[in-house]
């Protein structure tokens, strides 16, 4: 009877220390993750960077690094202002590598800006839950609280698929998201490459009949390039006369699919930002040229970390429909591209 | 793992430890008063040994839970393999996963026919634990 009574009064505010506790317990695995990242980062930095000193202040401030989006009140031309804030960041942050560590070579400058951003945004959950924790505790609102409880699960999943990039970058090790560029690598393999605008390369590749452009980011680094900005140049110097681009890009896949399923669509195959999809789809507008997608299914966790065999077994699967794509929708002697979407680190060409 | 690391295995809440330590004082002496009056006899000793009970396998149960949460985080490392193929015999060859491996990579020349060594794959096996949901297939 006294418990029913102490439930119908004290229920709720039970309830929410339960779930207090249950944030507690996970903000202390972020933390770890968190300090674990930062760790293997300065590890990472003084061992291939060779800094004359110590480059953990250096890093303290990276982690703590912002970057304040353009305004969309008027949205008209945000794409661009967009593009220019991550293009002054990506060149901001290659400095500070490259003052951290002056002896790493381009590769490893690459891999460890991709090691400092994973450990920028395991910083970033940590101090956000962290956020919501204090504020629950201060104000013992049980919606504030409820709602971090309610995807701390997602967020714990995205945390250690975070901390797995990390170790994965710092070892210059393939990942999931790799996938696409792999497609490419293995399709222009042996054949003449030149760069293409930034942090891209694109070769000739005489495939079924046909010409092949296969565009990816230049490996084996940590890349993904401007892939939107190589397939309007390759368009452009073309005149437009391309009978069809596909695009391979590895995909999230929901529960309950398979891991490395091979499937296929069209529209253009990228994530990121938006701005190197916009620019795709601008082009192929203009020359109204059809697009294909080829898609890898993968979860966040193996997206980012070293990838899994059945990844890799899938990327053989996705080149034969990549040459199926091509014999059924276009005719002996067109052109194509073929864009391999996604981080080249690990993967050559 | 450093020392930051290990404080933060160590910490856990002492209210925690005095709740518990509370109700298993409490439940040890329910179980107590329950003997003593299975002694004399009287019909309420039932009800203090079910509390006794109850009590012990709840402070129970909370001790195991302050444990679990105690052991060790530990970021694994997982075992990357690397594959390196002879491009004209195909001799191959696999071994772990060394940095400044990369696929496509050549190698130098091959021991058997003097063709190039070329990485021709990185990647990481998962044993999985329980096989996927096959209901909704």
Request: aromatic share 6%; proline share 3%.
């Amino acid at each position: 009877m006294l418990l029913f009574v102490v439930m119908i009064f004290y229920g709720q505010r039970i309830q929410m220390y339960i779930m207090i506790r249950e944030i507690e317990g996970s903000l202390l695995r972020l933390k770890f993750i968190r300090d674990e990242g930062r760790k293997i980062a300065i590890k990472t930095i003084k061992e291939i960077g060779k800094p004359e000193i110590d480059p953990t202040e250096r890093v303290n401030q990276f982690l703590e690094h912002v970057t304040i989006l353009p305004q969309s009140m008027d949205p008209a031309g945000i794409v661009w202002k967009l593009e220019h804030v991550l293009d002054v960041r990506e060149t901001r942050f290659k400095d500070e590598v490259k003052l951290m560590a002056p002896a790493a070579d381009e590769t490893n400058v690459n891999n460890l800006e991709n090691t400092l951003e994973a450990a920028a945004a395991l910083n970033i959950i940590y101090k956000v839950i962290r956020h919501f924790y204090i504020l629950g505790k201060k104000t013992l609102s049980l919606y504030i609280i409820m709602q971090i409880q309610m995807i701390l699960p997602l967020i714990m999943r995205e945390a250690e698929a975070y901390a797995s990039a990390l170790k994965a970058f710092s070892y210059g090790q393939p990942i999931g998201d790799g996938a696409g560029a792999l497609v490419a690598a293995k399709l222009m393999h042996g054949h003449r490459k030149k760069k293409i605008e930034k942090d891209c390369v694109v070769a000739k590749v005489p495939l079924e009949g046909r010409t092949a452009y296969v565009i990816k980011a230049e490996g084996p680094g940590g890349n993904v390039g401007k892939p939107g900005e190589a397939i309007k140049r390759v368009i452009e110097e073309n005149d437009g006369k391309i009978s069809t681009i596909i695009m391979i890009d590895a995909a999230l896949k929901l529960e309950g699919e398979k891991l490395a399923d091979v499937a296929e669509g069209v529209g253009a195959a990228i994530g990121g930002p938006g701005t190197e999809q916009y620019k795709i789809e601008e082009s192929i507008l203009k020359y109204k040229i059809p697009i294909n997608a080829v898609i890898i299914k993968e979860d966040i966790g193996d997206a980012v970390s070293p990838m899994r065999k059945e990844i890799f077994d899938a990327t053989e699967v996705a080149v034969e429909r990549v040459k199926r794509v091509i014999k059924e929708r276009t005719k002996e002697g067109d052109t194509v591209i073929i864009a391999g979407i996604g981080n080249s680190i690990g993967v050559g060409q | 793992m450093g020392g930051e690391a290990e404080k933060a295995v160590r910490r856990f809440s002492s209210i925690v430890l005095i709740v518990i330590i509370v109700a298993l004082v409490l439940s040890s002496t329910a179980l107590y008063q329950a003997y003593e009056l299975f002694l004399s006899n009287d019909p309420t000793a039932g009800y203090y040994l079910l509390i006794g009970f109850i009590g012990m396998a709840l402070s129970a149960y909370m001790l195991i839970q302050t444990k679990r949460r105690m052991k060790r985080f530990t970021l694994k490392t997982q075992p990357i393999t690397t594959t390196i193929v002879c491009s004209k015999c195909e001799f191959k060859n696999v071994r772990n996963f060394e940095r400044g491996d990369y696929i496509l990579k050549e190698l130098g020349s091959c021991t058997k026919c003097e063709g190039t060594m070329m990485i021709s794959a990185i990647y990481r096996e998962v044993k999985e634990k329980r096989k996927e949901e096959k209901i909704f297939t």
